[in-house]
Protein backbone atom coordinates (compact mmCIF):
# COMPACT_ATOMS: atom_id res chain seq x y z
CA UNK A 1 0.00 0.00 0.00
CA UNK A 2 1.18 3.18 -0.90
CA UNK A 3 1.72 5.65 2.30
CA UNK A 4 1.03 9.24 1.06
CA UNK A 5 -2.13 7.61 -0.54
CA UNK A 6 -3.32 5.96 2.71
CA UNK A 7 -2.80 9.28 4.54
CA UNK A 8 -4.09 11.19 1.92
CA UNK A 9 -7.40 9.32 2.60
CA UNK A 10 -7.29 9.13 6.03
CA UNK A 11 -6.87 13.31 6.03
CA UNK A 12 -10.16 13.24 3.88
CA UNK A 13 -12.15 11.45 5.84
CA UNK A 14 -10.84 13.54 9.15
CA UNK A 15 -11.69 16.46 7.81
CA UNK A 16 -15.36 15.78 6.20
CA UNK A 17 -16.33 13.89 9.97
CA UNK A 18 -15.12 17.22 11.78
CA UNK A 19 -16.64 19.40 9.52
CA UNK A 20 -19.85 17.08 9.24
CA UNK A 21 -22.24 19.91 11.04
CA UNK A 22 -20.64 22.89 9.33
CA UNK A 23 -21.88 24.66 6.05
CA UNK A 24 -20.41 27.18 3.62
CA UNK A 25 -22.03 30.60 4.57
CA UNK A 26 -23.27 30.94 0.84
CA UNK A 27 -27.25 30.75 -0.09
CA UNK A 28 -26.38 27.18 -1.82
CA UNK A 29 -25.38 25.85 2.03
CA UNK A 30 -23.03 23.73 0.59
CA UNK A 31 -21.14 20.92 3.16
CA UNK A 32 -17.59 22.78 4.57
CA UNK A 33 -16.10 19.97 3.30
CA UNK A 34 -15.91 20.81 -0.41
CA UNK A 35 -13.97 23.84 0.64
CA UNK A 36 -11.49 22.04 2.30
CA UNK A 37 -11.58 19.58 -0.78
CA UNK A 38 -11.16 22.48 -3.51
CA UNK A 39 -7.92 24.02 -1.28
CA UNK A 40 -6.36 20.63 -1.66
CA UNK A 41 -7.04 20.00 -5.01
CA UNK A 42 -5.56 23.76 -5.99
CA UNK A 43 -2.22 23.00 -3.79
CA UNK A 44 -2.32 19.20 -5.94
CA UNK A 45 -2.42 21.06 -8.90
CA UNK A 46 0.22 23.63 -7.63
CA UNK A 47 2.77 21.19 -7.18
CA UNK A 48 2.13 18.46 -9.36
CA UNK A 49 1.05 16.48 -6.47
CA UNK A 50 4.60 16.17 -5.30
CA UNK A 51 4.14 17.78 -1.45
CA UNK A 52 1.87 15.09 0.09
CA UNK A 53 1.43 16.77 3.48
CA UNK A 54 0.70 19.93 1.87
CA UNK A 55 -2.14 18.83 0.30
CA UNK A 56 -3.00 17.05 3.57
CA UNK A 57 -2.49 20.76 5.33
CA UNK A 58 -4.95 22.09 2.99
CA UNK A 59 -7.88 19.17 3.66
CA UNK A 60 -7.16 20.14 7.16
CA UNK A 61 -6.41 23.65 7.55
CA UNK A 62 -9.75 24.84 9.50
CA UNK A 63 -10.29 21.80 11.71
CA UNK A 64 -8.34 23.87 14.37
CA UNK A 65 -9.46 26.67 14.34
CA UNK A 66 -13.31 25.59 13.74
CA UNK A 67 -13.73 22.04 15.28
CA UNK A 68 -12.86 20.21 18.34
CA UNK A 69 -9.42 19.01 16.79
CA UNK A 70 -6.16 20.10 18.32
CA UNK A 71 -3.03 20.87 17.02
CA UNK A 72 -1.67 18.07 19.28
CA UNK A 73 -4.24 15.80 17.76
CA UNK A 74 -2.93 16.68 14.07
CA UNK A 75 0.68 16.29 15.30
CA UNK A 76 -0.02 12.64 16.59
CA UNK A 77 -2.12 11.30 13.89
CA UNK A 78 -0.76 13.14 10.68
CA UNK A 79 2.67 14.27 11.98
CA UNK A 80 4.41 17.74 12.71
CA UNK A 81 5.23 18.80 9.43
CA UNK A 82 0.90 18.78 8.92
CA UNK A 83 0.64 20.07 12.38
CA UNK A 84 2.61 23.48 11.75
CA UNK A 85 1.62 23.89 8.38
CA UNK A 86 -1.88 24.23 9.97
CA UNK A 87 -0.49 26.27 13.28
CA UNK A 88 0.88 28.41 10.46
CA UNK A 89 -2.97 29.74 8.84
CA UNK A 90 -4.63 29.17 12.24
CA UNK A 91 -5.87 32.31 13.63
CA UNK A 92 -6.02 32.98 17.35
CA UNK A 93 -9.42 32.90 18.25
CA UNK A 94 -9.57 34.65 21.24
CA UNK A 95 -8.87 37.44 19.50
CA UNK A 96 -11.58 39.89 18.18
CA UNK A 97 -12.24 39.34 14.19
CA UNK A 98 -11.16 42.90 13.17
CA UNK A 99 -7.77 41.92 15.11
CA UNK A 100 -7.58 38.69 13.20
CA UNK A 101 -8.10 39.91 10.14
CA UNK A 102 -5.64 42.77 10.33
CA UNK A 103 -3.01 39.93 11.71
CA UNK A 104 -3.47 37.97 8.83
CA UNK A 105 -2.29 40.41 6.23
CA UNK A 106 0.49 41.57 8.81
CA UNK A 107 1.88 37.62 8.97
CA UNK A 108 1.71 36.55 5.62
CA UNK A 109 5.08 37.88 4.13
CA UNK A 110 6.73 35.96 7.24
CA UNK A 111 5.07 32.70 7.27
CA UNK A 112 6.36 29.92 5.49
CA UNK A 113 6.99 29.19 1.65
CA UNK A 114 4.57 26.20 2.14
CA UNK A 115 2.06 28.05 4.32
CA UNK A 116 1.72 31.01 1.65
CA UNK A 117 0.96 28.49 -0.96
CA UNK A 118 -1.82 27.13 1.59
CA UNK A 119 -2.91 30.48 2.00
CA UNK A 120 -3.34 31.88 -1.67
CA UNK A 121 -5.32 28.57 -2.24
CA UNK A 122 -7.93 29.05 0.74
CA UNK A 123 -8.42 32.82 -0.20
CA UNK A 124 -8.78 31.69 -3.86
CA UNK A 125 -11.53 29.10 -2.71
CA UNK A 126 -13.17 31.49 -0.37
CA UNK A 127 -13.50 33.86 -3.01
CA UNK A 128 -15.02 31.67 -5.51
CA UNK A 129 -17.48 31.13 -2.94
CA UNK A 130 -18.35 34.43 -2.47
CA UNK A 131 -18.74 35.22 -6.31
CA UNK A 132 -21.03 32.44 -6.96
CA UNK A 133 -23.07 32.06 -3.90
CA UNK A 134 -22.99 34.99 -2.04
CA UNK A 135 -23.29 34.75 1.55
CA UNK A 136 -26.82 35.40 2.87
CA UNK A 137 -27.26 38.81 4.35
CA UNK A 138 -23.97 40.26 3.40
CA UNK A 139 -24.35 43.35 1.81
CA UNK A 140 -22.13 44.35 -1.36
CA UNK A 141 -19.77 46.44 0.23
CA UNK A 142 -19.21 43.85 2.72
CA UNK A 143 -18.63 41.27 -0.13
CA UNK A 144 -16.24 43.80 -2.03
CA UNK A 145 -14.68 44.05 1.63
CA UNK A 146 -13.68 40.68 2.00
CA UNK A 147 -12.36 40.54 -1.83
CA UNK A 148 -9.96 43.77 -0.82
CA UNK A 149 -8.60 42.00 2.57
CA UNK A 150 -8.34 38.67 0.48
CA UNK A 151 -6.38 40.28 -1.85
CA UNK A 152 -4.23 42.24 0.72
CA UNK A 153 -3.48 39.22 2.59
CA UNK A 154 -2.31 36.89 -0.59
CA UNK A 155 0.08 40.43 -1.79
CA UNK A 156 2.45 38.85 0.98
CA UNK A 157 2.43 35.69 -0.22
CA UNK A 158 3.52 36.35 -4.14
CA UNK A 159 6.12 35.08 -5.96
CA UNK A 160 5.96 32.05 -5.25
CA UNK A 161 3.68 29.66 -7.67
CA UNK A 162 2.59 31.34 -10.63
CA UNK A 163 -0.41 28.86 -11.16
CA UNK A 164 -1.93 29.26 -7.96
CA UNK A 165 -1.55 32.92 -8.67
CA UNK A 166 -3.27 32.61 -11.41
CA UNK A 167 -6.44 30.62 -10.25
CA UNK A 168 -6.04 33.47 -7.26
CA UNK A 169 -6.38 36.39 -9.69
CA UNK A 170 -8.97 34.88 -11.63
CA UNK A 171 -11.16 34.50 -8.59
CA UNK A 172 -10.09 37.85 -7.71
CA UNK A 173 -11.42 39.15 -10.96
CA UNK A 174 -14.58 38.06 -10.32
CA UNK A 175 -15.55 40.74 -7.81
CA UNK A 176 -18.77 41.97 -7.61
ZN1 LIG B 1 -10.43 27.72 4.77
Given at each position: MNAAVARLAHAFHFAAVAHTPQRRK???????????????????EATAGNDVDLVIAGLLHDVVEDTATTAADLAEIFGADVANLVAEVTDDKSLPKAERKRRQIESAPHISDRAKLLKI????????????????????DRQQGYFDWARAVVEGCRGLNAALETAFDAALAKRP
Open positions: GARGEPYVNHVAEVAHLLAADKTSNLRSIAESPPEGWPL
